[in-house]
């Protein structure tokens, strides 16, 4: 089916920036709304920023201004641009996506999809 794949996520200290990406592989046949989720040690998940299909964005009041998102259709995949950042923003950030997918003959989905995170360190 589809598998997410997330990268770029380090140690960095605050006011720093890093680019996370997260790449689609497998029987793609297009990726419909991305999120950017987080989760610090003890909390919940908690969504970070959404772009959807059309490339409307939407952030946490958290983030906003700081963060951004976007994606790169042709290519798979979706970005979270990160600058001035916060120790309060060290976290596992995930990608999730809805998408479309090819079995066989047949178009699937939209099928809801994680990768396995990246850890985002910030150091104060």
């Known amino acids: 089916q589809v598998q997410l794949v997330e990268s770029g996520g380090g140690l960095v200290q605050a006011g720093g920036s890093l680019r996370l990406s997260c790449i689609a592989s497998?029987?793609?046949?297009?990726?419909?709304?991305v999120n950017w989720y987080r989760q610090a040690p003890g909390k919940q998940r908690e969504l970070v920023a959404t772009?959807?299909?059309?490339?409307?964005?939407n952030y946490a009041d958290f983030v906003k201004g700081r963060f951004t998102i976007s994606r790169d259709n042709a290519k798979n995949t979706a970005y979270l641009q990160m600058n001035s950042l916060k120790p309060e923003d060290t976290a596992v950030y995930y990608c999730?996506?809805?998408?479309?997918?090819?079995?066989?003959?047949?178009?699937?989905?939209?099928?809801?999809?994680w990768g396995q995170g990246t850890q985002v360190t910030v150091s104060s």
């Open positions: 999730n996506a809805q998408a479309r997918y090819y079995s066989g003959s047949y178009v699937r989905g939209p099928s809801n999809y």
């Open positions: 497998g029987s793609v046949l297009k990726i419909e709304t």
């Open positions: 772009i959807t299909s059309g490339d409307t964005t």
